[in-house]
Antibody, heavy 125, light 108 residues
Framework: QITLKESGPTLVKPTQTLTLTCTFS??????????VAWIRQPPGKALEWLAL???????RYIPSLKSRLTITKDTSKNQVVLTMTNVDPVDTATYYC?????????????????WGQGTLVTVSS | DIQMTQSPSSLSASVGDRVTITCRAS??????LNWYQQKPGKAPELLIH???NLQSGVPSRFSGSGSGTDFTLTISSLQREDFATYYC??????????FGQGSKLEIK
């Protein structure tokens, strides 16, 4: 059974650094084609993809936030961590982590097939 | 960045209706388009990947089609549990892997 669960603070002050942890089980991040992503959703708004950590250590970020984001992996704990610096109230959102899976040999066809329940982060002084 | 535009943004329908939601990309994304369903207070769930491939466990009343810039999600006969918000997402080439703005399907 594949599970992912997000954890982190529920309230963060503006200009602080937000650290979110995705703890997963049921799959290995060392398997070719697998990745773990972070996606957020402001209240009442659409989904926004933020970052992706691939099985081979490659990292990808949304260009508009790249300077503020870092995604890392803790293999020993089956965790992927997202760090966001200098947060602002507009960063208030539910943050999800999700597994990236591919069904094509070249990895061109991929999708998020399993998601965590999400964690609501509010940025406010 | 590739922009994804869904239409309609909201719609009302009745149980048993056939419903189509459209997703348009600002440039060709070939076939790299996924659909997700999200119910209130829940995480999104994958419905269809790569335009037309039904995810395991998803009812066959859901189908997807399209290529290039224009894609559709069709529900052949709406069931009560299908009332939700639907998002398309493109996974073509380089980031960002953008989602559409969502299409909220409500009971008439």
């Amino acid at each position: 059974q594949i599970t992912l669960k997000e954890s982190g603070p529920t309230l963060v002050k503006p200009t602080q650094t937000l650290t979110l942890t995705c703890t997963f089980s049921g799959f290995s991040l060392s398997t070719s084609g697998v990745g773990v992503a972070w996606i957020r959703q402001p209240p009442g708004k659409a989904l926004e993809w933020l970052a992706l950590f691939y099985w081979d250590g490659t990292e990808r970020y949304i260009p508009s936030l790249k300077s503020r984001l870092t995604i890392t992996k803790d293999t020993s704990k089956n965790q992927v961590v997202l760090t966001m610096t200098n947060v602002d109230p507009v960063d208030t959102a539910t943050y999800y982590c999700a597994r990236r899976l591919t069904t094509s040999g070249d990895g061109s066809s991929w999708f998020f097939d399993s998601w965590g329940q999400g964690t609501l982060v509010t940025v406010s002084s | 960045d590739i922009q994804m535009t869904q239409s309609p943004s909201s719609l009302s329908a009745s149980v048993g209706d056939r419903v189509t939601i459209t997703c348009r990309a600002s440039q060709s994304i070939l076939k790299y388009l996924n659909w997700y369903q999200q119910k209130p207070g829940k995480a999104p769930e994958l419905l269809i990947h790569t335009t037309s491939n039904l995810q395991s466990g998803v009812p066959s009343r859901f189908s997807g089609s399209g290529s290039g810039t224009d894609f559709t999600l069709t529900i052949s006969s709406l069931q009560r549990e299908d009332f939700a918000t639907y998002y398309c997402q493109q996974t073509y080439s380089v980031p960002p892997y953008t989602f559409g703005q969502g299409s909220k399907l409500e009971i008439k």
